[in-house]
Nanobody, 116 residues
């Protein structure tokens, strides 16, 4: 069964931190690059972090130095530690395999709101 369950979102003030978790089914997780994406209202979904099975990571400049992606291969779980959050980080955050398309299966996502 294909499954992606994101959790850990919430409302924080600018400068705050959140840790997101994503439990994935083995068919999506095992051996694949995993990534976190976000979609803000009126904007396209964008990749904010990715990690290979061996632990190599990628971040766009917008989050580099603030976000950290990690994975637990034994638990089929991927994490996103977000520090120094900014209002522009407000979005629904999703996890999926790297390179996932709109037509692929997506979980419900988790809302992150950064506001004073």
């Amino acid at each position: 069964q294909v499954q992606l369950v994101e959790s850990g979102g919430g409302s924080v003030q600018p400068g705050g931190s959140l840790r997101l978790s994503c439990a994935a089914s083995g068919s999506i997780f095992s051996g694949n690059v995993m990534a976190w994406y976000r979609q803000a209202p009126g904007k396209q979904r964008e990749t904010v972090a990715a990690i290979t099975g061996g632990g190599s990571t990628y971040y766009p400049n917008s989050v580099k130095g603030r976000f950290t992606i990690s994975r637990d291969n034994a638990k089929n779980t991927v994490y996103l530690q977000m520090n120094s959050l900014k209002p522009e980080d407000t979005a629904v955050y999703y996890c999926n395999r790297g390179g996932a398309h709109n037509g692929d299966y997506w979980g419900q996502g988790t809302q992150v709101t950064v506001s004073s």
